[in-house]
């Protein structure tokens, strides 16, 4: 095939889908995204991410697909013969996922050979899909002997471990972005058919059971995107709805006997903190957004209102990571932020993202951005390595030697048993274009700050809108507006929270001194006055070509301390600069990092080494090291500098200390004889 005809064929697709989208619904989130496919980075750090993703990242989890057996299930459950070969039910998934992300890939970046190859996974996934549509390598290798966790009839255990409608889910969205990006209906119509089986089977005449795992109402909602049928936009209604039905006992402290733990202790328009697996509640969150905008229905925005702000201001860590508890990758209490057995998911972060877009789309106001900012430079992408091919499944906030025997890790794996995460990174790297612009009516929303060009159309006019910075080392911004001819509308351009003394939307994280400076815009070189709407600089004019928007966050390091109820982090600070937080690593600093303290006072210096971890912009200061001698009968203090380097770059060199948080001053030491 010729490169013209594959790009035509790309962009058949594209349209295609677009139009598809429009035919399908009226009622929809009043601020959309532009789409992925119309935005271009030429930054340099996520440049380098989402290529290392095209070109590492995803063939990798294709490759690992195939070694540890995740394709020969399919090819068995075709043949319906052997014995279900890896460890997961929903082991199904990783191909899926990494479909999704190939698919992003390919839709701005064609790729004949990939092509060939995700179909002819295609091909092996809709021969194992059994005739009415079922399609769950598990159970249909072999019916008679299927996995433990699967139960002896189809559906028996949805609630808890299955993994049935999990693994449509999944399908249901690589079939959505493979349509888009190629236009091909081979994996969507292998998602149709299962759509089709879970309608006839699941409803109010019919079988009741909460997923135990969500992310199929979301995946119902992208084929009702495309196909315009309503049917599973119900369903995923009706699935959320199920949520709270059942008994358990409220006043049990195991969230498994109080159904806490897969967000089922109350129905979800009662629900009001987040609690429970946090992977789980960010795909149900996310889900209950989607609904709400489609039909209308307040209750679920009243909910997941009430519980962001209960996430955010309760229950996140300062670099943005949720779900502290290892037993159940779930939230714990208020304020039960733990350092040194921190879980963090990658997964989790994957899925704060998606959920803060939506309701950012949902309300229009900064504050979700935020989040997603903070979650993305600092606890998402610390998920994976620089490399491309090693992960964290958990993202720790402080490794010490005396921690060595805990379940965290050290440092970071080519791949899991469960590995969820790095097929989640891989499909949501190429996707990070899609977050960057949004669009309600006359109005365009700069959100992130990414060097590259938007393409999007206002009032029926081509606009095209440049982005040149250096963020996140710089705070200098530069857009350049080139409507078709001269346009009337709103630029609205964030302006982070970070950068108007606001750690985090809540009381939870605050920083200890305040910034007077005010941001300041020029366009065309002259300063202009604005107003703030929800955090957004609103610049409503008649925009001509090649107009200049100069915009210049200050780039200050900042000292974060949390609210006292985190009672691991009282007398200790954390270090932010821009977006970044930041974190000391052994590899910088004498062998260890436990042993640090950070004065008051303590003058910062930054310095961008483009020699160190794929440039990183370091943080430098007089600190307190304390010492312990060889015979460990002595304690001295010694001050030196200490090097911080930004919290998603750590373990990438090997293993040993890390720590987020820094002690002011001394006030007692531990006594610890390993």
Known sequence: MKTGKYLSQLLTGALLFACLQIQAQQTDYTIKAVPFTQVKFTDQLWTSHIETNRTVTIPASFKRCETTGRVKNFQMAAEKKDKFCTVFPFDDTDIYKTVEGASFSMAVHPDKKLDKYVDSLI????KAQEPDGYLYTARTIDPLNPHAWAGKDRWVNEHDNSHETYNSGHLFEAAAAHFQATGKRNLLNIAYKNADLLVKTFGNDKLHVPPGHEVVE??????????????????????????????????????????????????VIAQNEAEGHAVRAMYLYSAMADVAALTGDTSYLSAIDKIWSNMTGK?????????SIPSGERFGGDYELPNSTAYNETCAAIGNAMWNQRMFQLHGDSKYMDVLEKTLYNGLISGVGLDGKSFFYTNAMEIKHSFSHSAMERERSGWFECSCCPTNIARFLPSLPGYVYAQSGNSVYVNLFISGSADMTVNSKAVKLVQQNNYPWDGG???????????????????????????????????????DSKIQIKINGTPTEYKMEKGYAVLNRNWKKNDRVEVNLPMEVKRVAATDKVVNNIGK??????????????????????????????????????????????LKAPAIFINVDDAGKKISTEEKKVTIIPYYSWANRGKGEMTVWFPEKIKYVDLLSN
């Open 123 to 126: 091909e092996i996934v809709g």
């Open 218 to 267: 979301m995946g119902l909602v992208k084929l009702y995107r495309i196909s315009g049928k309503k049917e599973y936009l119900n369903l995923a209604k009706f699935f959320l709805d199920q949520r709270g039905q059942r008994k358990y006992d409220p006043k049990s402290a195991n969230p498994w006997e109080n159904g806490s733990y897969w967000q089922d202790n109350a129905p």
């Open 315 to 323: 229950k996140m860590y300062v670099q943005g990571s949720i779900g």
């Open 477 to 515: 911004l530069l857009f350049t507006v080139n409507p078709a001819s001269s346009l009337d509308f709103a630029l609205k351009i964030r302006i982070p929270g970070w950068a108007q003394n606001q750690a985090i939307p809540s009381e939870l994280y605050n920083y200890k001194t305040r910034s």
């Open 573 to 618: 600070v954390a270090l932010q600069r821009g977006p970044l937080m930041y974190c000391a690593e052994w590899k910088d600093n004498y062998g260890l990092a436990s042993n640090i303290i950070i004065p008051v006072g303590a003058a910062f210096t930054t310095e961008f080494n483009k020699e160190l971890l794929n440039g990183v912009m370091t």
